[in-house]
């Protein structure tokens, strides 16, 4: 099969960020493996050779653990792909895919053993107190805003020159920290969720049966007993509440969306004794099979208590349901619509007008729908919707499928949209004189300022190229002054490294924006710089300087990560460079025993800062399915290390 249209690429982390593993799961590697290579060829192979849309590369599976692969397929992103498999095929498919064998090239070539290396916990000492924090970083987004500004950082612009490593710890997959009162918590893919002290890295506790990859919600509330409660989404589509002093689980939510491909990936936010829960999807990647007739998921936003996880209400993005219309795929079936909408980023909140706000997806049918590529505000109190600005019609998009909307499984729709949807929350922000306005930044690399009240576009200005994979693709930040935009540009640097020279192909890099007008203020490149990053099926130089991940804010600086494995301080004022380092420049010895550990890129969710230090994940397997590793490490950054 030919490479595939890079245009089309669709920007959907879940087909690598929700491939989760379960620690029950003991999966054999085969000594004879015929049977797993069938199967892959048979079931599999179209898709990641070479990768499709966002499907992970061959390369890239086989630095999976088995479990890994197995749990994808049985409860996971593959779930509506192996329809049909026994588990003794699904174990066939993934021994086959991990094999050591001398004569997998591709093995061989990602030398994957200092990522497979087994973790050993170090544990706490006993005893240790979770207490509130005057620099905290509590919640995906930091506040209810998502405005990402840590005002009380315990660094300093001059500080942040001195920034050196402290302690790493590995993880398999592990989404954005959060850190409360000196400790640091993060969700792991292999279904391990951590208490972690943040000074030393030592665990203080550990649940090994939480599958998630999802940034967890720390806060302090009298519904647990030790007065602190930690909230993640779960890959089996529930939300769970666990004390945050001891790990024990308080409760599990009801499965809050019973869709073969619906999943958990934006953060809980929480106000009041509510937590605001947002509902995504892979359908369109499911919808690249014939036998899947496309399409009837609908992003929603859903209301929890906090107290009980009970639900309180949940409303649909697009609010009509979906129909036929009138068209089969090539299997036959049926074809559905309206579909889409999905909610990829932590929804924001605003209590003074009784609103929630969230940014959706793009549309997955032809049917027309004012639900997709929309920032859309909710009632607290009822889920009623009380506005949606569309900025993006039409938008409608599948993976597998070619500009003309043509593939072999018919659920491709006609025409096919840009794929210019939303991944990153929108920011509610404080102008001058207390007037607010809602910022939001969208894929086609255009930012917008809406007015709270009724969703009116105020000004909108394109920051960068955009493109499928970014322009803006997972996040903004904002002080008490600027917007703060990360432009990622990824699929013209593809055609850059693939030697493409055309003018104006990529502008990845971070621009400051005027909040009130929309006017760039400065605009800082993302720099090509030197990485250890391995090729991949995309990435054919190795190194993609994509600046996808959401940024970090302190008083005078910008903290941003580049998918090419750089993480950087900015000087708010003027966009220089102030200080800078590779993760890929060494290898790490973790604080849980891994000797060799690979960093790479930044991508997804960005740093959380608190009290005096810097936590974020490297290796991420994010937006453009480059810049991973097989396994993640996270970094805590002090000032000298100390």
Same mark, same amino acid.
């Given at each position: 099969?030919?490479?595939?249209?890079?245009?089309?690429?669709?920007?959907?982390?879940?087909?690598?960020?929700?491939?989760?593993?379960?620690?029950?799961?003991?999966?054999?590697?085969?000594?004879?493996?015929?049977?797993?290579?069938?199967?892959?060829?048979?079931?599999?192979?179209?898709?990641?050779?070479?990768?499709?849309?966002?499907?992970?590369?061959?390369?890239?599976?086989?630095?999976?653990?088995?479990?890994?692969?197995?749990?994808?397929?049985?409860?996971?992103?593959?779930?509506?792909?192996?329809?049909?498999?026994?588990?003794?095929?699904?174990?066939?498919?993934?021994?086959?895919?991990?094999?050591?064998?001398?004569?997998?090239?591709?093995?061989?070539?990602?030398?994957?053993?200092?990522?497979?290396?087994?973790?050993?916990?170090?544990?706490?000492?006993?005893?240790?107190?979770?207490?509130?924090?005057?620099?905290?970083?509590?919640?995906?987004? $930091? %506040?209810?805003?998502?405005?990402? =500004?840590?005002? *009380?950082? @315990?660094? +300093?612009?001059?500080?942040? &020159?001195? #920034?050196?490593?402290?302690?790493?710890?590995?993880?398999?997959?592990?989404?954005?920290?959060?850190?409360?009162?000196?400790?640091?918590?993060?969700?792991?893919?292999?279904?391990?969720?951590?208490?972690?002290?943040?000074?030393?890295?030592?665990?203080?506790?550990?649940?090994?049966?939480?599958?998630?990859?999802?940034?967890?919600?720390?806060?302090?509330?009298?519904?647990?007993?030790?007065?602190?409660?930690?909230?993640?989404?779960? $890959? %089996?589509?529930?939300?769970?509440? =666990?004390?945050? *002093?001891? @790990?024990? +689980?308080?409760?599990?939510? &009801?499965? #809050?969306?019973?869709?073969?491909?619906?999943?958990?990936?934006?953060?809980?936010?929480?106000?009041?004794?509510?937590?605001?829960?947002?509902?995504?999807?892979?359908?369109?990647?499911?919808?690249?099979?014939?036998?899947?007739?496309?399409?009837?998921?609908?992003?929603?936003?859903?209301?929890?208590?906090?107290?009980?996880?009970?639900?309180?209400?949940?409303?649909?993005?697009?609010?009509?349901?979906?129909?036929?219309?009138?068209?089969?795929?090539?299997?036959?079936?049926?074809?559905?619509?309206?579909? @889409?909408?999905?909610?990829?980023?932590? &929804?924001?909140?605003?209590?003074?007008?009784?609103?929630?706000?969230?940014?959706?997806?793009?549309?997955?049918?032809?049917?027309?729908?004012?639900?997709?590529?929309?920032?859309?505000?909710?009632?607290?109190?009822?889920?009623?919707?009380?506005?949606?600005?569309?900025?993006?019609?039409?938008?409608?998009?599948?993976?597998?499928?070619?500009?003309?909307?043509?593939?072999?499984?018919?659920?491709?729709?006609?025409?096919?949209?840009?794929?210019?949807?939303?991944?990153?929350?929108?920011?509610?922000?404080?102008?001058? @004189?207390?007037?607010?306005?809602?910022?939001?930044?969208?894929?086609?690399?255009?930012?917008?300022?809406?007015?709270?009240?009724?969703?009116?576009?105020?000004?909108?200005?394109?920051?960068?190229?955009?493109?499928?994979?970014?322009?803006?693709?997972?996040?903004?930040?904002?002080?008490?002054?600027?917007?703060?935009?990360?432009?990622?540009?990824?699929?013209?640097?593809?055609?850059?490294?693939?030697?493409?020279?055309?003018?104006?192909?990529?502008?990845?890099?971070?621009?400051?924006?005027?909040?009130?007008?929309?006017?760039?203020?400065?605009?800082?490149?993302?720099?090509?710089?030197?990485?250890?990053?391995?090729?991949?099926?995309?990435?054919?130089?190795?190194?993609?300087?994509?600046?996808?991940?959401?940024?970090?804010?302190?008083?005078?600086?910008?903290?941003?990560?580049?998918?090419?494995?750089?993480?950087?301080?900015?000087?708010?004022?003027?966009?220089?460079?102030?200080?800078?380092?590779?993760?890929?420049?060494?290898?790490?010895?973790?604080?849980?025993?891994?000797?060799?550990?690979?960093?790479?890129?930044?991508?997804?969710?960005?740093?959380?800062?608190?009290?005096?230090?810097?936590?974020?994940?490297?290796?991420?397997?994010?937006?453009?399915?480059?810049?991973?590793?097989?396994?993640?490490?996270?970094?805590?950054?002090?000032?000298?290390?100390?």
């Amino acid at each position: 099969m030919s490479r595939p249209d890079l245009s089309v690429v669709r920007a959907l982390a879940l087909m690598v960020a929700l491939v989760l593993p379960v620690r029950a799961f003991a999966v054999p590697v085969p000594d004879q493996l015929p049977a797993g290579k069938a199967l892959y060829d048979g079931r599999c192979k179209s898709c990641h050779e070479p990768a499709q849309g966002r499907a992970p590369g061959r390369e890239q599976l086989a630095q999976r653990n088995a479990a890994d692969i197995v749990v994808a397929m049985k409860s996971g992103a593959m779930k509506a792909m192996s329809q049909g498999l026994s588990d003794s095929d699904m174990q066939d498919i993934a021994g086959y895919l991990t094999s050591p064998s001398k004569s997998d090239s591709l093995t061989s070539m990602l030398n994957p053993p200092a990522s497979k290396s087994a973790t050993i916990d170090k544990q706490c000492p006993a005893g240790k107190s979770l207490k509130a924090s005057n620099s905290s970083w509590p919640l995906s987004g $930091l %506040d209810g805003a998502s405005s990402r =500004f840590q005002t *009380q950082p @315990g660094l +300093t612009v001059k500080s942040l &020159p001195r #920034l050196k490593v402290k302690w790493s710890f590995s993880m398999e997959g592990g989404g954005q920290p959060v850190a409360v009162g000196g400790w640091v918590f993060a969700t792991n893919r292999n279904g391990s969720f951590y208490a972690l002290d943040g000074k030393s890295g030592c665990v203080i506790w550990s649940v090994s049966d939480a599958q998630s990859r999802n940034t967890p919600l720390v806060l302090k509330t009298t519904a647990s007993p030790s007065g602190w409660m930690v909230v993640i989404g779960q $890959l %089996d589509k529930r939300v769970r509440a =666990f004390d945050a *002093q001891d @790990g024990k +689980t308080l409760w599990r939510s &009801p499965v #809050l969306d019973d869709h073969v491909a619906a999943s958990l990936t934006g953060a809980t936010t929480v106000s009041g004794d509510t937590l605001y829960v947002p509902v995504s999807s892979y359908e369109e990647a499911v919808s690249m099979s014939k036998a899947y007739a496309c399409c009837t998921f609908r992003g929603s936003l859903v209301a929890l208590d906090l107290r009980t996880g009970v639900q309180k209400w949940k409303t649909y993005a697009i609010e009509e349901a979906p129909r036929d219309y009138g068209r089969v795929n090539a299997s036959g079936m049926g074809l559905k619509g309206p579909a @889409g909408g999905a909610i990829w980023s932590a &929804p924001t909140v605003d209590p003074t007008r009784g609103l929630v706000y969230v940014a959706t997806g793009d549309s997955y049918t032809d049917i027309d729908t004012e639900g997709s590529d929309a920032i859309i505000a909710f009632e607290m109190a009822s889920g009623k919707i009380r506005w949606t600005e569309q900025v993006t019609a039409k938008d409608n998009f599948v993976m597998g499928c070619d500009r003309k909307g043509a593939a072999s499984t018919g659920n491709c729709p006609s025409p096919m949209g840009p794929d210019h949807d939303f991944g990153a929350s929108p920011i509610l922000f404080t102008l001058p @004189g207390g007037k607010q306005i809602l910022l939001a930044g969208q894929k086609s690399g255009m930012a917008y300022g809406l007015s709270p009240d009724d969703g009116k576009q105020l000004w909108n200005t394109q920051v960068g190229v955009g493109g499928a994979l970014g322009g803006i693709e997972w996040g903004m930040a904002a002080d008490r002054a600027q917007l703060y935009v990360t432009m990622a540009d990824t699929i013209g640097l593809f055609r850059e490294a693939s030697g493409d020279k055309s003018p104006d192909l990529a502008k990845p890099g971070l621009s400051a924006l005027d909040p009130a007008t929309g006017k760039i203020k400065w605009y800082t490149p993302a720099p090509v710089a030197p990485c250890g990053l391995h090729k991949t099926s995309y990435d054919l130089k190795g190194c993609i300087r994509a600046q996808s991940a959401a940024p970090s804010v302190i008083p005078g600086a910008i903290l941003s990560g580049t998918t090419d494995g750089w993480l950087r301080a900015y000087e708010a004022k003027t966009g220089k460079i102030i200080w800078e380092y590779s993760s890929t420049a060494q290898t790490f010895a973790t604080v849980n025993g891994v000797p060799r550990q690979l960093g790479g890129g930044f991508d997804g969710m960005g740093p959380a800062i608190a009290d005096g230090m810097v936590f974020v994940m490297s290796g991420f397997n994010g937006a453009s399915r480059v810049a991973g590793n097989g396994r993640n490490v996270l970094l805590a950054f002090s000032v000298d290390g100390k």
